[in-house]
């Protein structure tokens, strides 16, 4: 048994992918403009105010079926147990499933069959403006929902902080006091309190210089939600100010550090069984066992003899001498007495188990930005400097030489941040008869780029992570795996934008489509990674499937609507848009911007504003998401969406 283990231990198929942590949707389909029709009130002595309400209720229903082989052989599904292709390319450093790899992906792809509502939520905004003499003013922003359907999952139940996250919410945004007042006639305003700030020529596409405020991913992906309750304000003291005709600077300090929010473990969106709340940890499959006895002339054990905490169980309980026949809990399959298959094997579990995340420092996070109008053109150049931790995390792993939850000396994995980045940018806007467009370039000396070090096989490799039987390989208790190695990054991004007229650009497809406006928004963008290496033998781990990434990638992301004011006959107006998201080239080697060749969505839409106070409209979507192969985890799961919203 010792000698299984160890080879195991050195040649096993890691594959619960930690690198990868988010795949963000650009432009998701669920986002819904909204119009305020705010009750005004006045309190005497020049302090006045508004009070802006918005009510929605929306549900999302899944439109296409699972694809078997984004399913671990475990859950029934097809994943293949051959090789992923960082695996492929260069077999002497690493050795990965894709089996192992979709074990620990597909709760959220299971727990919704086509056809299932996997949201129905009511959710709530309320915005507080208060206006005082001598320039004061505030803001007070909060939002609240509650998701009927989120959990009622099909394959594993949501863990409790999981489904506490998913089905109700109640969170304070902005809410920062703001004081305008001149300086040697210039004008200066100082702000307080949780803000958001958006920096930079982006509209869609993550990764350039907007990147001050974190993204609530989760409420991104909620039917009826509203932009401004995507981006998590930050307590920041701002400053802004003309320093000469044309010229201003604007700075910041942030006093606390947020991060994103991710989609809860075994939600529709959730494509990590790691990353977001409810995660218990890594899973191994009975497949990895398989590749170690096969060789040896032993009978493949039954896919579900063991796997994660969904899995129907069928291994044989060392107890009792039957079939479990029922699910386990991540503490059981971690137990060496209790695990069907690892134990009797290798005496060890088959889980890595989750440790607590270690996020940033609040302290050293500022930046500082100048800006120029040309009086003729009305062009503006930019500058800018932002000093930031990560908001997105990496996955690490702790060994631990006594750890016996799996045969690996794997102690945990948990969530990990870098401190003290830096980012350097600069940005252009300018008009072109009736077009506006903007770009930007950023440049960050170290970008956390993901890397999965429990696939690196070779003991030489200097990313080597296991706990070995021999004492001239393994990693001594305590030792960390940092889950991310630094990488040089430029990015680039080109938007443009043209609101449709009659006598514009566009005037033509007006008239052809019988509409009297429109608009047309696009952007394209290009990461860099300069030093990226391939043939040093570092793990990188950014895609799903460890497509090896490339140094230059690419996207775009386009949107074009119409509108069909007192259509039918009615008061009620009609603005159909259409939305494609596309990646032109290359794999991404960090997870924003996520570029991966030929992924992207179709999103094909509808607003009906019914012109009635209070405000009231409604949102109708469809998203066909589509390309990237097997690195595209969201090519499954096409859905609908309705809203009703009313404001008042």
């Known amino acids: 048994m010792k000698k299984m283990a160890r080879k195991m231990r050195q040649g096993r198929q890691s594959g619960f992918k930690p690198g990868m942590v988010v795949a963000l949707v650009w432009g998701s389909s669920t986002v819904f403009s909204h119009t305020a029709s705010a009750e005004q009130f006045d309190l005497g002595n020049g302090l006045r105010g508004s009070f802006d309400s918005s009510i929605s209720f929306g549900m999302a229903v899944r439109t296409s079926s699972p694809n078997c082989a984004f399913i671990g052989q475990d859950n029934g599904g097809c994943a293949s147990s051959d090789q992923v292709g960082i695996a492929r390319r260069d077999p002497v450093n690493f050795n990965q499933s894709y089996d192992l790899t979709r074990l620990n992906q597909d709760n959220g792809n299971l727990n919704y069959k086509s056809g299932q509502v996997f949201s129905a939520t009511l959710r709530g905004v309320h915005d507080l403006f208060l206006k005082a003499p001598d320039g004061w003013s505030g803001l007070m922003r909060a939002a609240w929902s509650y998701d009927f359907a989120a959990d009622r999952t099909r394959y594993a139940d949501l863990e409790p902080d999981a489904r ?18 001149e300086i040697d006639q210039h004008p200066v305003r100082a702000r307080v309190g949780n803000q958001v700030i958006s920096w930079g020529e982006d509209i869609f596409i993550p990764g350039g210089i907007n990147s001050i405020n974190a993204i609530d991913v989760r409420r991104a992906h909620s039917p009826g939600v509203q932009l401004k309750e995507i981006f998590r304000p930050a307590p920041i003291l701002s400053l802004n100010a003309e320093v000469a005709k044309g010229l201003s600077v604007e700075g910041y300090y942030q006093t606390r550090w947020n991060g994103y929010e991710f989609d809860p473990v075994g939600t529709f969106f959730s494509t990590s069984d790691i990353v977001g709340r409810g995660s218990t940890g890594a899973f191994l499959p009975t497949s990895l066992v398989n590749s170690v006895t096969g060789p040896l002339g032993l009978p493949p054990a039954p896919p579900g003899t063991v796997g994660d905490t969904g899995t129907r169980i069928i291994g044989i309980n060392p107890s009792t001498g039957l079939p479990f026949n029922r699910q386990l809990s991540a503490s059981e399959l971690a137990d060496p007495n209790l695990n069907p298959l690892y134990g009797p094997l290798v005496h060890s579990g088959s889980v890595i188990p989750r440790g607590v995340d270690r996020n940033p420092r609040n302290s050293g996070q500022f930046g500082l930005s100048t800006r120029y109008t040309f009086p003729d053109s009305g062009d503006e150049l930019a500058l800018y400097y932002i000093r930031y931790h990560d908001k997105i995390p990496f996955a690490s792993i702790r ?21 003290d980045r830096n980012l350097f940018g ?15 370039l950023s440049f960050r000396p170290k970008e956390s780029t993901p890397i999965d070090p429990t696939i690196v096989s070779n003991p030489n490799n200097p990313y080597y992570c296991n706990a070995d039987l021999n004492p001239a390989n393994y990693r001594p208790t305590g030792y960390v795996c940092r889950g991310a190695v630094d990488q040089k ?22 008239r052809a489509l019988g509409a009297t406006e429109g608009t047309f928004t696009s952007e394209l963008a290009a990461a860099y990674y300069p030093d990226l290496d391939l043939n040093r033998g570092i793990p990188y781990s950014v895609a799903s499937d460890y497509r090896s990434p490339t140094k230059l990638s690419s996207g775009l992301v386009a949107q074009i609507g119409v509108n069909y004011p007192a259509a039918f006959g009615g008061q009620a107006s009609y603005a159909p ?10 794999v991404s080697a960090s997870a924003l911007p996520g570029f991966i060749q030929g992924a ?5 839409g509808l607003t009906v504003d019914f012109k009635t106070k ?6 109708v979507d469809y998203t066909h998401n589509y390309g990237g192969g097997l690195s595209n985890l969201s090519r499954d799961r096409d859905f609908a969406t309705f809203s009703f919203t009313t404001s008042f």
């Open 164 to 181: 506490s996250h998913a089905v109700h919410d109640i969170r304070l945004l902005d809410a920062y006091v703001n004081k305008e007042f």
């Open 399 to 419: 060994v631990n030489q006594g750890a016996t939850a799996n045969p690996f000396g794997w102690q945990e994995i948990y969530l990990d941040y870098a401190e």
């Open 426 to 440: 600069v940005s252009y806007n300018t008009r072109a008869g009736d077009w506006a467009f903007g770009t930007e």
């Open 489 to 510: 990054k430029y990015q680039f991004h080109l938007t443009a934008l043209n609101i449709f007229t009659p006598g514009g650009s566009f005037g033509g497809l007006l």
């Open 577 to 586: 848009d259409l939305s494609l998201s596309y990646g032109m080239s290359g």
């Open 600 to 604: 992207g969505a179709v999103v094909l």
């Open 614 to 619: 209070p405000a009231t409209k409604m949102r």
